[in-house]
């Protein structure tokens, strides 16, 4: 069975002040690990796609990477519009275009 | 440019009821799927459609049909509503393109089942 473990649940920064959000996944070929940013009230927005272990992609503030067993997303210096709650998911090889999604962190920067 | 457009955006039934939750996508993809988000848990899918014609199952499938007769529009029904069904919905459309694959998603559909 395919999971994803998000950690921390819940983090507040200070505007400024850089971290990384953890995903740790466990699939049965990986297809692809998808970053999604979700606001209140909305649905998930595409962030990222990393298919291989070593694989990076950035965006703005947002850097995402991908090992073997994990994938971080790296936030430098957030600003308080960075808020949202970020969801990491899986894509098996055997499911087409269905994903497999972590509970998700939420983040907060204040000003 | 409306991408994935889910109707209606609230909706409260009581137990019993039956209702249909709208989606349709004007990017001519031929993959969509349906999801549900409850509090402290992941997305969940509940269908997907790989073409017009053609559906099948997810991880929580129990209490809800799909069907495709379009490429555009793929609703989701609830039979006889329970509160269990009491959830965000979200409906998705893919875009596929090479190897790489990037859902897009509706708003949503706020339900609440009493």
């Known amino acids: 069975e395919d999971q994803v473990t998000q950690s921390p649940e819940a983090l507040r920064l200070q505007e400024g002040e850089s971290s990384s959000l953890n995903c740790s996944y466990t699939?049965?070929?990986?297809?692809?690990l998808f970053w999604y940013r979700q606001d209140p009230g909305k649905g998930p927005e595409f962030l990222f796609t990393?298919?291989?272990a070593g694989e990076e992609k950035e965006k703005e503030r947002l850097k995402a990477t991908l090992t073997k067993k994990e994938s971080f997303l790296h936030i430098t210096a957030p600003k308080p519009e960075d808020s949202a709650t970020y969801l990491c998911?899986?894509?098996?090889?055997?499911?087409?275009?269905?994903?497999?999604f972590g509970k998700g962190t939420m983040l907060l920067v204040s000003p | 440019n409306a991408g994935v457009t889910q109707t209606p955006k609230f909706q409260v039934l009581k137990t019993g009821q039956s209702m249909t939750l709208q989606c349709a996508q004007d990017?001519?993809?031929?993959?969509m799927s349906w999801y549900r988000q409850d509090p402290g848990m992941g997305l969940r899918l509940i269908h997907y459609?790989?073409?017009?014609?053609?559906?099948d199952q997810g991880e929580v499938p129990n209490g809800y049909n799909v069907s495709r007769s379009t490429t555009e529009d793929f609703p989701l029904r609830l039979l006889s509503a329970a509160p269990s069904q009491t959830s965000v919905y979200f409906c998705?459309?893919?875009?596929?393109?090479?190897?790489?694959?990037?859902?897009?998603f509706g708003s949503g559909t706020q339900l609440s089942v009493l």
């Open positions: 998705a459309s893919t875009l596929r393109t090479g190897g790489s694959e990037k859902l897009f």
């Open positions: 990017m001519n993809h031929e993959y």
């Open positions: 459609s790989v073409g017009a014609g053609i559906t």
């Open positions: 699939v049965s070929g990986l297809r692809g």
């Open positions: 990393l298919y291989s």
């Open positions: 998911a899986v894509q098996a090889a055997r499911r087409y275009s269905t994903l497999t």
